[in-house]
């Protein structure tokens, strides 16, 4: 803030100093706003009473596999299926709630053919929870036992 000192020439200043005037209402409207109480509104709830936590077991999902063997045999989860019945295993499975998981798992020496017959019968029944397992399998050529052997 500019603050003059009046003239040169000697004459008193005729302007009040409003410099300390503000300084002492701002110091007022702190002290305002500090006393007053806070304004509390409360609503009474009955609440119903704590029920007991549910108990910590783990729920085990289910799991179903679909295996394709080098034979070019459909496996559900061991059993040998042909493309109807593993639609109407996939149909039952979705009626389940909740929903079981399905895990595809080619062998090594499975025709593509197979494979993608089976993968579109499951993209078909609409599952959600699917999964490719035993990938590990594929990292060298002829690992599985039932598949060609390099030369």
Known sequence: ?????????????????????????????????????????????????????????????????????YENHVLWNGTVVNNGQLVSLLKQTMQMKPEPELQFQPDSGASYDLAARAINIIKGSGVTKFGFVGNEQYSEFGKSPNAPKAN
């Not at 500019?2 to 110091?27: R, W, Y």
């Not at 702190?30 to 609503?43: D, K, R, Y």
């Open 1 to 69: 803030m500019a603050m003059s000192g009046g003239k040169d020439d000697g004459s008193p200043m005729m302007e009040m100093n409003t410099t300390p005037l503000i300084d002492v209402m701002l110091v007022l409207l702190i002290m305002f706003i500090i006393t007053i109480p806070v304004a509390t509104h409360s609503v009474n709830i009955d609440l119903p009473p704590p029920a007991p936590p549910p108990p910590d077991t783990p729920i085990k999902p289910i799991r179903n596999k679909v295996t394709l063997t």
